[in-house]
């Protein structure tokens, strides 16, 4: 029985091995959403332009769209923020965001420094949106069909390589189902 015990550590050292090498090979920012082909949740929510707006998924009905979310906390967000107003102002992206758990005053600063390349914003600060979304934090963006469908999730910063490589794709497919 001894002998057995002694063969114990190995086993576990092999099967945690294992257990790492399978996840070597995934991308991180490939997160598969339960939503994807699903219209995005019920919800109503403040706009953060206006607390006396109530915004519901309507917005989303009629045009392709992007979802980003976002908040002034998220270092990375910063980072991708001048992309999303080139995407807004030079290339007619439309934009929706989603202000996750962030604080309405701390939103307005970010705006007034960084810009806005929302066409809405929706103001999410409990996360109850963002929850049914399945967001683990921000930033994340979703690709949202003119039928207000869940296209396609991306987690991580947008730039010039994830607009080129997977959305502008999936936005194009996206069109073209509508």
Not at 24 to 45: A, H, I, Q, R, Y
Not at 66 to 71: C, K, M, T
Not at 93 to 108: P, T, W
Not at 129 to 134: I, N, R, T, V
Request: charged share 20%; glycine share 8%.
């Amino acid at each position: 029985m001894k002998r057995v015990l002694l063969f114990l550590p190995l086993v576990i050292a092999v099967g945690v091995g294992v257990f790492l090498f399978a996840g070597l090979g995934k991308d991180p920012t490939k997160l598969e959403s339960v939503l994807v082909g699903k219209p995005v949740p019920e919800f109503s929510l403040e706009s953060l332009d206006n607390p006396e707006v109530q915004l519901d998924p309507s917005v989303f009905q009629g045009e392709v769209s992007l979802l980003n979310v976002w908040a002034e906390w998220c270092p990375s967000c910063w980072d991708e923020h001048e992309y999303l107003m080139y995407l807004a102002r030079e290339q007619g992206v439309r934009i929706v965001g989603l202000n996750y758990k962030d604080q309405r005053e701390s939103a307005f600063r970010f705006l007034n420094r960084l810009g806005n390349p929302y066409e809405t914003i929706i103001f999410d600060p409990k996360g109850t949106l963002g929850f049914d979304l399945g967001v683990y934090g921000a930033p994340e963006t979703f690709v949202i069909d003119a039928e207000g469908v869940v296209r396609y999730r991306h987690v991580g910063v947008v730039n010039q390589k994830v607009w080129d490589e997977v959305l502008l794709p999936v936005i194009a497919q996206a069109r073209g189902n509508s």
